[in-house]
């Protein structure tokens, strides 16, 4: 039990007291005259036994104490216990262990004693078959030499038999290897007509197709410069014979990514007359249908010599 769990009941009956005491010393000496006149009060007090509820607390402490002494001495009895549980079986796992030894080692012993006599055995049964195979070896060497005498005679004969296929062999391989030379320098001579042919061909066809390139470029160089003259106003200040070069960046679809002026006529109002003709076209739509190699090579970056037909005298 908690002794601070009376120490309120116990003031509180302290402070009730000490109240009940002042009021009844205060009756008694001043209003002595009045106490003639007035029922009297009875207050009713009851003092808590502290010190009854403070022995209860020890004892109950006691109590607890014993029971966990108790608790404890049981607790190392069960481990005392355990311990003595471990040892035995520690002892008798030790004593298995030894008994495995024991039985490993009379084991080894019975192997080893098997494996000599097995050995002994052995040695005896390779001495007499030592003596059957010395005995079997001369027979078969008397044998053999009969047989190496006919093999000899038969080996000759086959030698000089396979001396002969060989040489007969060689005769055919040779032909054979003459016929295979005249066969690969007629096929490497008309593989070579026939390279010069393809290459006559292939020749002929670059011609041609350079030629067709060289019309096509022809034909729209022209319609880039009538596109650009059909665009273009006359300034004042041109005459006859004025020529500007203008270097026109174009995209594949045709339009003009830029225009600059590479070589000036002599007339600044000439050459931005001619830069703004570009400018006014925009985009020359007949190159989408160009093939696109052609246009990589002669019209992404194109060269434009202006020379307007009316200046031509």
């Known amino acids: 039990m908690n002794l601070r769990s009376y120490l309120f009941p116990a003031l509180l009956a302290l402070i009730l007291h000490s109240v009940i005491l002042s009021a009844l010393f205060y009756s008694w ?9 007035l029922v009297p009060r009875h207050v009713k007090a009851q003092m ?38 471990k040892e035995a079986q520690k002892e008798e796992a030790l004593k298995k262990e030894a008994l495995k ?14 494996e000599a006599k ?32 006919a093999l000899k005679k038969a080996q000759a004969a086959e030698a000089a038999r396979k001396k002969q296929q060989e040489e007969a062999r060689r005769k055919a ?16 001579e008309q593989q070579r007509r026939e390279a010069e042919l393809v290459a006559a061909m292939a020749a002929e066809e670059q011609e041609m197709q350079r030629q067709a390139d060289q019309r096509a ?21 041109a005459r006859n014979g004025m020529r500007v070069v203008l270097s026109l960046h174009l995209l594949p679809t045709g339009e003009v990514d830029n225009v600059y002026v590479v070589k000036s006529s002599g007339d ?42 009316d200046l031509r005298r």
Do not use: C
């Open 217 to 237: 470029i022809a034909g729209y160089s022209d319609y880039i410069a009538a596109e650009v003259e059909s665009n273009w106003s006359r300034p004042p200040s």
């Open 173 to 188: 391989e040779a032909q054979k290897e003459a016929e295979r030379k005249q066969a690969e320098k007629q096929r490497l």
């Open 268 to 309: 600044s109002y000439f050459d931005e007359s001619a830069v703004r003709a570009v400018k006014r076209v925009g985009r020359f739509s007949e190159l989408q249908n160009m093939d696109p190699v052609l246009f990589d090579r002669s019209f992404r970056k194109f060269s434009l010599n202006f020379n307007p037909s």
């Open 101 to 114: 030894k024991e039985q490993a080692r009379k084991k080894e012993e019975a192997l080893k004693q098997a």
């Open 29 to 37: 000496f001043g209003y002595a005259e009045e106490e003639k006149h």
């Open 118 to 149: 097995k050995k002994a055995e052995a040695l005896k049964q390779k001495t007499l078959k030592q003596e059957a195979l010395k005995k079997e070896a001369a027979l078969k060497k008397a044998e053999a030499q009969k047989k190496a005498e």
């Open 48 to 85: 808590v036994d502290l010190k009854s509820q403070l022995k209860a607390h020890q004892q109950d402490k006691q109590a607890e104490a014993r029971r966990k002494q108790e608790e404890q001495k049981k607790a190392e009895a069960k481990k005392r216990a355990d311990e003595r549980k």
